[in-house]
């Protein structure tokens, strides 16, 4: 009679010790998570990001293996960055160790090639986790929104404009050009030779005129040295 009594006993503190421990290792608060920028933003065809979380004291199982990844999901898609795999102190790795009882903090950074519909999204953490061989559910934690595209909007405006195809109107030689009838006399002709002789005439009376006005000059010396 005892035994009866005593196996339901036993089999109920057992699941009730499982039950304890999956609930240490459940649902983790967004409290726990900050992520920078707040809102994610593309530059240069990348979505950066720099997510610094941490696991409450007395969570982290001392033979767990968590496995996180951060996930930017949008309507009809969604994009992995780099995980993170953390362990428990009686793991035997090379990941970072969590305390049980104090917890622990870790950074991770990560990025997504941008897409145009990640302009509606939200920033997902996700878990993997283990204890021994068994497998334990820690539901997705949302910690971000984004994407705010105003660079890469501003890219394609600029690559997508038609420039301009007209010549340019600057000149560093501007070329003139002017038309100009040169005469050609010809020496034969009547009137020709009359003009000529006119050229001649006028010239000898102005040679003439400026003798008679070197001589009248030179008598006014002349009379000015005689007075004197």
Not at 147 to 163: C, D, F, K, R, Y
């Amino acid at each position: 009679m005892t035994k009866k009594l005593y196996l339901p006993f036993l089999m109920a503190m057992v699941v009730a010790l499982m039950t304890s421990c999956s609930k240490k290792m459940g649902e983790l608060s967004s409290d726990y998570f900050t992520v920078t920028p707040q809102v994610l933003e593309a530059v240069g065809g990348k979505v950066p990001a720099t997510i610094n979380g941490k696991f409450p004291e007395k969570y982290f199982n001392k033979k767990a293996v968590v496995e996180v990844t951060p996930v930017l999901k949008w309507n009809g898609g969604e994009a992995k960055g780099q995980s993170a795999v953390f362990q428990g102190e009686k793991v035997e790795g090379n990941d970072q160790t969590i305390s049980y009882k104090m917890g622990g903090s870790y950074t991770m950074k990560t990025s997504f090639d941008y897409v145009p519909e990640m302009a509606k999204s939200e920033l997902y953490l996700e878990f993997k986790a283990t204890i021994g061989k068994k497998t334990v559910t820690i539901p997705a934690v949302k910690v971000a929104d984004g994407v705010i595209s105003t660079s890469e909007m501003l890219e394609q405006t600029l690559g997508s404009a038609n420039p301009a195809n007209g010549d340019d109107a600057f000149q560093r030689i501007i070329k003139e050009k002017h038309d100009a009838n040169i005469i050609v006399l010809d020496p034969t002709s009547q009137r020709t030779r009359q003009r000529i002789k006119d050229c001649q005439r006028i010239r000898q009376r102005s040679e003439e005129h400026k003798r008679s006005c070197q001589q009248e000059d030179q008598q006014h010396r002349n009379l000015r040295i005689r007075f004197s």
